[in-house]
Nanobody, 126 residues
Framework: QVQLVESGGGLVQAGASLRLSCAAS????????MGWFRQAAGKERLFVAG????????YYADSVTGRFTISRDNDKNTVYLQMNSLKPEDTAVYYC???????????????????WGQGTQVTVSS
């Protein structure tokens, strides 16, 4: 069983930055692919960013490329999402997720992730 706990969300103005953190339980964190997804009200859950277990493969949704950065610290069992130049359309609940199947390439499908955090709200005002 893997438990994921997100933190760092909040209400900010357009152009501001936020840093989300996701702390994971378990001894095998360093072998998990980790992903961030987001879900706006009334919409489907969408891929934001994914990072391989070693951190050498990183993927972003086109909508956040150049503004968001995913990283991980395997010693701290934590994955981060640095969000810069936030826009109102970034408003959503942000979820971190763990894929425990040792995929080489992070998946962009929420169906490939096994464990999910409870989510943290990010609201960007214009």
């Amino acid at each position: 069983q893997v438990q994921l706990v997100e933190s760092g969300g909040g209400l900010v103005q357009a152009g501001a930055s936020l840093r989300l953190s996701c702390a994971a339980s378990g001894r095998d964190f360093s072998s998990y692919v980790m992903g961030w997804f987001r879900q706006a009200a009334g919409k489907e859950r969408l891929f934001v960013a994914g990072i391989s277990w070693s951190g050498d493969r990183i993927y972003y949704a086109d909508s956040v490329t150049g503004r968001f950065t995913i990283s991980r610290d395997n010693d701290k069992n934590t994955v981060y999402l640095q969000m810069n130049s936030l826009k109102p359309e970034d408003t959503a609940v942000y979820y971190c997720a763990a894929d425990i199947h040792r995929r080489v390439v992070p998946s962009q499908s929420h169906r490939d992730y096994d464990y999910w955090g409870q989510g943290t709200q990010v609201t960007v005002s214009s």
